[in-house]
């Protein structure tokens, strides 16, 4: 049975089966009805899998280590995406990074403050007037422990990077543009309705309840702890992928930037180990942007439910309709070790 | 006596009252609950009658909801976790000891969500134990569960079964090589990492109820780590925690000082880091010994 941090998991029977099995959708279908009957009754959720996508656009860069020129790279980024000073210029940009819990030498656990530091350097060499760093740590109930220990509070410091930590931000509440779950409103911090872009920074890492944790899972943090519980206890309850989907739909993120110069494989999001990845990757469209992510970890994005479930719904996964920018997969593809003891690992591997 | 550097904490607590009575988080923000009972524990440790905060009580009192629950906000009922720290706000105030009185009686009535522990289960702790969580029908925490069963305690419930099954709950979940995660032990088979802030918490809980061998090896790792905390919610905690178990640092005046000269690298602290800060500074037995 999945268990989750420590809740008590709530899977619908067919839930269920797809974990078990680690078989698609579409499979089940096929394998459950006969031929006239599953054309029957299996139309809507044939056309749901197939739904029509437009095309998007990641870019990958090379980068070998936290020294190098992480700002030239996201620049470079910029430029192969279509990202304009005109469209910055004047902009309050809110970075949110993957902040979740310090230990002495790892650093794969959490965005790095040189990434963080490059990206508030070339959002404001663009033309941004306000950028500043958002976190609602989903775990760590202290984070100004958090921003301390992984050396991010000197760069907020040094780069005069105003910080806001969401979990006890004021709220407003809207309702769930996405209902993938059972909640019916979603409570968000105030401070995402002064900010004009939403940059999700997260971290190239395995999960050990969600199989891997890219831009869309990082949004989790952007959920108020002090409302959602920690760690964000109602959310979990209410499905973990569910909710990925709901609060993208909701809050329509703009930008995504992932830190894989060191990932996490195997036991991520905390206890996994460092992996060398030495790639930034990014994008306006977030499934397009963690599909890209998972294919260089080695892992089948049609296999991780949360994200085959956004394709189509906000925006695209399959390979073919990205166009990929800057490196190719293939340059920087590397195995991520995923664990047989872990059910939502099973089956995720990518076969070429 | 306060002394002046504890003086001038209250004073800064004091200054963030709202006209309307009670406190925000933030200068400049909206009321909370959480941050009101935390202003005025801090403000009565530190030696101010309690009539003069009857204004910021009733305010608190304004989020009690009829089963006795203090909820973060009338929109969110289900946000029950202020309750404990109302608790302590009230605590011995013959206007509110009504109001207390219904929070303790939903707080032993209410807990997190519990059920048979699966042999395969990837976590290492035990589910079947009643705490408290953080929000209704959720798992139970370390500090919810900490927090309630101190709140219980000052109200005079020491012996209450289900401070017993919290107490257990805590030991539970304390890690082998010593001190508290947030809520689990081990994932998949792997221990996790002990937290100053819930060591701190389940140690401030568990003072009295328990033979320090049971714990020794939780305020070993914390004395080890006191020194090089830096902010309030680790260092808070971690003092009270020791002080409960008569390990108070001979230095907590200065570390606390330190950690609270830090906001001019921060920003203002949140109104319960301050008055977090302000507890520990003066409450040189524990939160619960400081209660009574």
């Known amino acids: 049975m999945p268990y989750r941090n420590g809740q008590p998991p709530i899977p619908t029977a067919l839930e269920t089966i797809l974990r078990s099995s680690r078989i698609s959708r579409r499979d089940l279908l096929f394998r459950l009805l006969p031929g006239g009957l599953f054309t029957f009754l299996s139309l809507p959720l044939l056309q749901a899998c197939t739904r029509a996508e437009s095309p998007a656009e990641a870019f990958i860069a090379k980068v070998p280590r936290y020294g190098a020129d992480i700002r030239s790279a996201i620049l470079s980024g910029f430029r192969e995406l279509g990202v304009t000073p005109g469209e910055l210029k004047g902009k309050t940009i809110l970075l949110k990074p993957n902040l979740v819990e310090t230990r002495a030498d790892a650093p794969h656990i959490n965005t790095h403050p040189s990434v963080i530091r490059a990206a508030a350097e070339a959002f404001r060499s663009l033309g941004a007037s306000n950028v500043l760093l958002a976190e609602g740590s989903g775990h760590c109930r202290d984070t100004l422990r958090l921003l301390e220990e992984t050396g991010m509070a000197d760069v907020l410091v040094e780069d005069r990077i105003p910080f806001v930590d969401l979990n006890y931000d004021d709220v407003y509440t809207v309702p769930n543009a996405g209902g993938h779950s059972r909640l019916k409103t979603l409570t968000l911090p105030l401070t995402l309705r002064k900010v004009d872009w939403v940059v999700s920074m997260a971290k190239l890492k395995t999960h050990h309840w969600a199989g891997v944790t890219l831009s869309m899972k990082n949004l989790f943090g952007l959920m108020p702890g002090s409302f959602y519980g920690w760690p964000k206890n109602i959310l979990h309850h209410a499905g973990i992928e569910n909710c990925i989907l709901d609060i993208n739909a909701t809050v329509r993120p703009h930008f995504a930037i992932v830190d894989g110069i060191v990932g996490m494989e195997g036991d991520g999001p905390i206890m996994g180990a460092p992996k060398a990845a030495g790639v930034i990757v990014m994008g306006r469209n977030f499934p397009a942007v963690d599909a890209t992510c998972s294919r260089v970890m080695g892992i089948d994005p049609g296999r991780v439910d949360y994200i085959a479930d956004s394709s189509g719904r906000l925006g695209t996964i399959r390979e073919e309709n990205i166009r990929q920018r800057g490196e190719t997969i293939r340059s920087v593809h590397s195995d991520f070790d995923l664990l047989q003891k872990i059910p939502a690992h099973r089956g995720l591997r990518l076969h070429r | ?292």
């Open chain 2, 1 to 292: 006596m306060a002394d002046s550097k504890t003086d001038r904490i209250l004073d800064e607590i004091w200054k963030r009252r709202l006209p309307e009575g009670g406190f925000a988080s933030r200068p400049g923000g909206e009321y909370r609950p959480d941050a009101t009972a935390w202003a005025i524990l801090a403000l009565r440790v530190g030696g101010i009658d309690s009539q003069r905060l009857l204004a910021e009580m009733r305010r608190l009192g304004g989020s009690q909801l009829k089963d006795g629950r203090i909820a973060l906000s009338p929109e969110h009922p289900e946000v029950y976790w202020p309750t404990p720290l109302a608790i302590f706000a009230w605590h011995r105030t013959p206007e509110f000891s009504r109001g207390a009185s219904r929070a303790v009686s939903f707080l032993l009535k209410t807990s997190g969500s519990h059920f048979k522990r699966d042999p395969n289960s990837p976590g290492g702790h035990d589910t079947s134990l009643r705490g408290w969580g953080w929000t209704e029908d959720t798992h139970s925490w370390i500090e919810p569960t900490a927090l309630s069963i101190l709140a219980l305690r000052s109200a005079g419930h020491n012996d209450h079964e289900r401070v017993s099954e919290g107490a257990r709950l805590l030991l539970d979940r304390q890690l082998s090589r010593g001190g508290w995660n947030y809520g689990n032990t081990t994932v998949f088979g792997t221990e996790l990492a002990s937290m100053p802030e819930s060591t701190g918490l389940a140690l401030s809980a568990l003072s009295g109820l328990t033979a320090g061998q049971a714990v020794s090896g939780s305020i070993a790792k914390i004395k080890e780590s006191v020194r090089s905390l830096k902010t309030p919610l680790s260092l808070g905690w971690a003092i009270l925690g020791l002080s409960a178990w008569g390990e108070r640092p001979s230095d907590t005046h200065d570390l606390i000082d330190r950690c609270f000269r830090r906001q001019d690298r921060y920003g203002a602290y949140d109104t319960s880091l301050v008055g977090l800060l302000a507890v520990a500074r003066k409450a040189e037995e524990g939160l619960i010994y400081a209660l009574s």
